[in-house]
RNA sequence: GGGCGGGUAGCUCAGCGGUAGAGCGCUGGCCUUACAAGCCGGAUGUCGCAGGUUCAAACCCUGUCCCGCCCACCA
């Protein structure tokens, strides 16, 4: 412990028992995060005399029915990562945290609850149901909140919002109003996509695109009214040829001239069908050439019927069944439908063959139910203004994109935008503050208006969630009213999220935000990948690849697996679908292992390791061990550090780098200084791997493996200057060091940190920072240089040990050869490391290279000092040769087998094929393996005595 | 149909114009008083394929084949 400071001698007895000699995140990741809450290392502030810079992070707000994903866990450490880097430097940070209401999935996860019970959401009544949604909300909505905590994210708690609180709703309401009285938002009855299993509208966005689904091309005749000629028209969906108002041909197409202006008849409604041409809509070249017209419930059809004024006739009810337009087949649902159609067509001698046809299928985002065109009276939001200066603002840099290369993907779709469907018939989310008055009048206002009183209804249709979220950096701020935090916060400096919702929610924001705000919402929008299985599929409950961020932190038998992989399924069955997109742990589930406690430091910087350019994100758990690794390796070498600096006075830290003279000393810091302007660079551009790759290397690799190697003889003797300067910089590095580690590892640098002698100028938390800069390393590229040079020759001199199978415990005699009298100087300095990195005794420097003696090897490395021969003097070392050694393990496996088939031969029951036979052969192998043996020992021994 | 990204060591991925890298796995040696979750050695790749630019290409250009994702109203 440190030997003054009683806040740090506090600090240090809450920190927990000594030191253990294996890191258990557990035990110290549950002591953390409640101290940082009560030191309030989360807290933004707003007050306007606070001069910091801040730094905003809006928290995409988790759906209140989620549960913590590994998409979630992606999201929460790179943010985390970003805030406390930020914090660390010093800002004002503020992630503000949230909650989404998520319109369809609460409602479908209460009415389900609601079935349980027998009843529905229409017995139950519109204000009984949204009171039911409240109290499922209380109790178990908003799960992640307090799952993110378990993996360190340290947004400002108390500043949460909940996109149906009062005050989010009071911004909605507003922000209608005003695009309302603008012009932008109106209500219209258009072809919009209708989820028949919702039963609502849904907006473009909301419609997932099924491809490459096989279906068929199914081909029937509609008569010429009053004759017997026929025309063929093609369709992937026969029973909406009740809803057919026109068949199209193409106005050149010979094959139809004939026909042109003549009237069909329908064989099924009592309606007349006209021939028209169509140039847009027809391709002569596909199917017949002759297209039926839908306009009630195709696209194309829609626009061609507005080009023709053709009628529209809607088939369909609300729940996906034929309504009374359908004439016989009134009642049935689609799939039904389509097989009667198709029957009596077949019956009426009209169908004319079937051709296998792929199709792409509209599916609902949420229900998976195929979508259907309606025409239905939408409210909707007029978009190209809007889309059009927030295209702008990234082209003109106010808002960077990165990675850039998102950004043809964001001006495609802002290039390319239609108008946005915004309400939803659902009960569960923003009402839609219009009135509709008994003669059809409507009246759009923040209130209901005094005058509208009896007779009056305020819509019943709820805006689309994403709504709310476009107003998300604001309206968390307290716009529409001018707050403080207002002033501060806006605009936010990052949005962080993953690329799915650039569309929804990113491009949204921009509009909204500038629209409200007359300005970006963010400086900087920076996106990341879909975390996906080992195989690169995309992680589903269908899939069976799910993976609970909180087994990986705390580790996870099989059947825990299983169950949040598949859940209900039989665990048998869950875990070989779970191996199979995750083969790098199928032995380990085998095994009955499952997974091993990582931890949540492990966890964040493996997430934290992948680049943000990477599109899929393939979690490897076994990756994610390495990093558990390191975090004992930075328990163990801390611990070694704090072992030597137990009587450190931490006065002599003054928290800027020490000017240290010795060697070894001057290239750590050099060598720290390098990597803390690495870790810097990467941070601020969104490399947030490359800072945590250098991180890395610095730590194991350079500190670990050479600085600390070599200080170990240097402190045996702790009362010299060199020892005491080594100790400052041992305390000065690990102390930095931990500083470089927090925002990836929070919880273990925390755990150290307050363990470390440290400056007086800190505060109670590492968290607080500073982060590394500048001051803390030193530029000196020749330490850097020459240490490399001393880096190889030690490793030539080791190698040459192992690869001739030196007695490890033995000295052995080493020599250099070179011209250069910088190397001289060099290995002269450092013989006494080299030494002791090598076990070389008796290190002389040559130039002549008379050293050169029977039974001596030699490496030679390159240096900028030329190149330096490294000679080691194996005469009557090598105790043990790679031949010899190679027949030995040889003879041992032979009498491991031979062992083996004894006792099995000794007991009853071996009916293998002639075991005696496979005994005397191995026995006459293990005769000759054993003379060759002796002979070779008698030759090499000659070798090398010569 | 358009757009984007990827194909590098057995696996997961870095590198994106100058002698092929990491982690895990494999392998030889070491229980050296921080760490065996470790240490010291070692092996491993026609960098998808074919052309081209260049003194020099995994890296740039062209074409091509696979694999993902996104957008799009072709019946």
């Not at 989620?66 to 914090?87: C, K, N, P, Q, Y």
């Not at 729940?319 to 049935?332: S, Y």
């Not at 006065?651 to 020490?658: H, I, K, Q, S, V």
């Amino acid at each position: 412990m440190t030997k003054s400071g009683t806040a740090q001698e506090a600090a240090a007895s809450d920190a927990g028992p000594d030191l253990g000699k294996a890191y258990e995140p557990r035990e110290v990741e549950e002591r953390w995060y409640s101290f940082w809450e009560k030191e309030g290392v989360f807290d933004a502030t707003d007050d306007p005399s606070d001069t910091r810079p801040c730094y905003v992070i809006p928290l995409p707000p988790p759906n209140v029915t989620g549960s913590l994903h590994m998409g979630h866990a992606m999201m929460a450490t790179l943010e985390d990562v970003l805030i406390r880097f930020e914090r660390m430097r010093g800002k004002n940070t503020l992630w503000q945290p949230g909650i989404d209401h998520a319109g369809i999935a609460t409602q479908t996860v209460v009415e389900r609850q609601l079935a349980r019970e027998g009843i529905t959401r229409h017995e139950l009544g519109r204000e009984a149901f949204s009171a039911r949604v409240w109290k499922w909300k209380a109790e178990s909505g908003g799960q992640i909140m307090r799952q993110m905590r378990v993996l360190g994210a340290s947004p400002d708690w108390p500043r949460t919002k909940f996109t149906m609180d009062p005050d989010m709703s009071v911004a909605v309401t507003e922000a209608f109003v005003r695009l309302y009285e603008e012009g932008l938002i109106y209500r219209a009855s258009r072809l919009i996509n209708w989820c028949p299993e919702c039963r609502t509208a849904l907006s473009d966005l909301e419609v997932e695109n099924e491809e490459g689904q096989s279906g068929e091309l199914f081909q029937f005749a509609y008569k010429v009214d009053g004759s017997d000629e026929e025309i063929v028209v093609a369709t992937t969906r026969p029973e909406t040829m009740l809803g057919d108002t026109a068949v199209a041909v193409h106005p050149e197409d010979a094959r139809y001239t004939h026909l042109h202006g003549k009237v069909l008849v329908h064989p099924f409604v009592d309606r007349k069908v006209p021939v028209i041409t169509d140039a847009i809509l027809v391709d002569p070249k596909f199917g017949t050439g002759a297209v039926k017209v839908t306009p009630a419930h195709d696209f194309n059809d829609f626009a061609t019927g507005k080009r023709h004024q053709l009628a529209k006739i809607n088939i369909f009810n609300l729940d996906g069944t034929l309504n009374a337009e359908a004439g016989p087949f009134a009642g049935l649902d689609r799939a039904r439908a389509r097989a009667a159609v198709k029957k009596a067509l077949g019956e009426k001698e009209l169908a004319r063959g079937v051709k296998p046809h792929m199709l792409t299928l509209p599916r609902c985002q949420r229900s998976g139910g195929v979508v259907e065109p309606m025409i239905s009276t939408q409210w909707f939001c007029r978009m190209k203004d809007m889309a059009e200066v927030a295209s702008s603002a990234v082209k003109n840099g106010r808002t960077k994109i990165i990675p850039e290369e998102w950004e043809k993907t964001y001006d495609h779709f802002l290039d390319n935008i239609q108008d946005w469907c915004i309400s939803r018939q659902l009960w569960w989310g923003h009402q839609i503050p219009a009135w509709h008055g008994p003669n059809g009048e409507i009246r759009v206002a923040r209130t209901r208006p005094a005058d509208c009183g009896d007779g009056w209804a305020q819509d019943p249709d709820v805006l689309d969630t994403w709504f709310s979220s476009a107003l998300w950096p604001f309206s968390t701020l307290g716009w529409p009213r001018e707050t403080s935090a207002l002033a501060k916060f806006y605009p936010a400096s990052d949005l962080e999220t993953g690329y799915d919702i650039l569309f929804f929610w990113v491009a949204r924001m921009m509009m909204f935000g500038i629209h409200f705000m007359k300005d970006v919402p963010f400086r900087r929008v920076l996106l990341h990948g879909m975390v996906v299985d080992e195989t690169g599929d995309k992680m589903s409950k269908v899939k069976g690849n799910v993976i609970d961020p909180l087994d990986l932190v705390y580790g996870a038998k099989p059947d825990a697996i299983a169950e949040h992989a598949s859940p209900g399924m039989d665990v048998r069955q869950a875990l070989t679908k779970f191996k199979k997109s995750y083969p790098s742990i199928a032995a380990d589930i085998e095994k009955g292992v499952g997974f091993p406690a990582y931890g949540t430091d492990a966890v964040r910087f493996t997430l934290a390791t992948y680049p943000p350019s990477n599109k899929r994100i393939a979690l490897a758990p076994k990756r994610i061990e390495g990093y558990r690794h390191f975090a004992n390796k930075i328990w163990n070498a801390s611990r070694l550090c704090l072992s030597h600096l137990e009587s450190f006075d931490r006065t002599e830290l003054t928290g800027r780098a020490p000017a240290v003279k010795g060697f070894f000393n001057r290239w750590i810091v050099a060598q720290l200084g390098k990597s803390i302007a690495i870790a810097n660079a990467g941070l601020l551009a969104f490399r947030i791997d490359e800072a945590a790759n250098e991180a890395y290397r610095f730590f194991w690799n350079e500190w670990c493996d050479w600085y600390l190697e070599i200080t170990k003889p240097i402190l045996r003797t702790p009362a010299t200057p060199e020892a005491a300067e080594t100790r400052l910089t041992m305390a000065h590095v690990l102390e930095t060091s931990l500083r470089l580690l927090h925002p990836l590892m929070p919880f273990i640098t925390e755990e150290l940190w307050q363990r470390a002698p440290r400056p007086s100028s800190r505060k109670s938390s590492i968290a607080f920072g500073p982060f590394p800069s500048a001051m803390d390393g030193i530029d000196d590229d020749d330490a850097i240089r020459e240490m490399d040079v001393f880096k190889a020759v030690v490793g030539a001199a080791r190698s040459i040990r192992s690869e001739h199978e030196v007695d490890p415990k033995a000295d052995v005699p080493l020599s250099f050869r070179s011209d250069s009298d910088a190397a001289h100087a060099l290995l002269a300095a450092h013989l006494p490391a080299i030494a002791s990195l090598t076990r070389g005794k008796g290190l002389t420097i040559d130039k002549t290279g008379s050293m050169r003696e029977p039974g001596t090897m030699v490496n030679v490395v390159p240096t900028p000092h030329g190149p330096i021969e490294i000679l080691v003097g194996l005469k009557g070392l090598v105790t043990k040769d790679k031949e010899l050694l190679r027949i030995d393990r040889e003879i041992k496996r032979i009498d491991k087998d031979l062992g083996a088939l004894e006792k099995k031969m000794a007991s009853k029951g071996f009916l293998e094929r002639a075991p005696k036979e496979v005994i005397d052969e191995s026995r006459a192998l293990r005769e000759q393996l054993t003379s060759a043996r002796a002979r070779l020992e008698e030759s090499k021994k000659l070798a090398y005595e010569l």
